[in-house]
């Protein structure tokens, strides 16, 4: 099914002096206008779409219009990417504190501060309680009910990398220390792997490996346990994006413009696909597709078994956002302020083009904020 949608769709800019998306071929089925560009990447929850904008407000829009529902102020850009749990969205800003929201109203249920900006997004353990890291080489662990600190864990270099948890409650995460960290649920170093760069990407546990990448432009697998390299695959450039571990494949982006996908047991290569441009956006995979964001604008769908194109999207602006797939809306941020919602698959008679003008039928921008 996937081969017969290999071609591609087409966005370009409306007529009217506001930037307005539009196509020839399939547009977004909705359009969400913030005030900044968007690096947080979307989460559905209950029929809600939550993610954050560098306009420094975090955003629930519903998922089958796109219209807004709450948005909360904080006093920093927001690029972290959200959790939900028990009805709570957590999120962290560069304002230096991790946010805890209800998630039906947005309404503050508390804050915790930390030294630093939160780039990363926080992650829920086990243990309850709530996850993140901060830019200047801290973990900081909260209690999940109150945001009481549990405790915290330095590393020797920055931090940009979302840790990460297992079952058992230990956490894993990257510093620009040039080091994988792994750390006990009390927040003990357990062990740490240095790789020849920068960890920027956020690690992944998948039955006893830790996947992660390292701007040493090499995908480490390594044991959950000791941080013993079980094997190395190298790429040609440095790798930011966070793996995705599917049916044993493991698939991941570079900065050399390709995507990858590489046995998960082993690390041989099953195949790469060349695309426009570098990539930050980390892969996902949902109904046999792997897609991921790239610098070029596009968002693209790649055939998970084959690695042949299916489809690309085109926003305004740089995607750096991990794109999400949900009851056949495609979610994902683009720098250029807007959230988009592409149905996928795309509809069977799209058809291919540029110079389209904005007319009735194209999506509406919904910017009622």
């Keep these: 099914m996937l081969a017969a949608l290999a071609f591609s769709l087409i966005l370009i800019l409306g007529a009217e002096a506001k930037p307005h998306p539009t196509s020839q071929g399939t547009a977004p089925k909705w359009l969400f206008k913030t005030e900044g560009p968007i690096f947080s990447s979307p989460l559905v929850d209950s029929g809600v779409v939550f ?29 972290s990417s959200p959790r939900v749990s028990d009805g709570v969205l957590y999120i962290g800003s560069d304002d230096h504190h991790l946010y805890a929201l209800e998630a039906h109203s947005g309404k503050l249920t508390w804050k915790a501060k930390t030294e630093a900006s939160v780039f990363a997004s926080p992650v829920i353990t086990s243990g309850e309680r709530v996850v993140v890291s901060s830019t200047d080489g801290v973990v900081w662990a909260m209690e999940k009910a109150n945001g009481d600190q549990a405790w915290y864990y330095r590393a020797e270099g920055e931090i940009y990398s979302s840790p990460t948890s297992s079952i058992k409650g230990d956490i894993f995460v990257g510093s620009r220390d040039k080091s994988v960290h792994g750390i006990s649920s009390k927040g003990v170093k357990k062990w740490s792997f240095e790789t020849g760069s920068h960890v920027d990407s956020s690690p992944v546990e998948v039955n006893g490996v830790v996947y992660v990448g390292s701007r040493d432009k090499n995908l480490y697998a390594l ?83 084959t690695g042949v194109m299916v489809v690309k999207y085109q926003t305004l602006g740089y995607v750096h956002s991990t794109p999400r797939l949900v009851k056949g809306l495609l979610l994902v941020g683009s720098s250029d302020s807007f959230l988009y919602a592409f149905p996928f698959p795309p509809p069977k008679d799209a058809s291919d083009g540029v110079g389209a003008k904005r007319s009735e039928e194209d999506p509406p921008v919904l910017n009622d904020l």
């Design 51 to 79: 993610f954050g904008s560098r306009d420094k407000h975090v955003y629930a829009v519903t998922l089958v219009t796109g219209k807004l529902k709450w948005k909360h102020a904080t006093n920093g850009e927001v690029n």
């Design 223 to 305: 044991d959950a346990q000791t941080g013993a390299v079980k094997w190395t695959f190298t790429t040609l450039g440095d790798i930011f994006s966070t793996p995705c571990v599917q049916k044993g494949v493991v698939y991941i982006a570079s900065a050399d413009k390709h995507v990858y996908a590489v046995n998960a047991k082993d690390g041989s290569l099953k195949w790469k696909t060349e695309i426009g441009g570098r990539i930050f956006s980390s892969p996902t995979v949902a109904e046999g597709a792997v897609f991921v964001g790239c610098e070029d604008k596009y968002l693209y769908a790649i055939d998970a078994v």
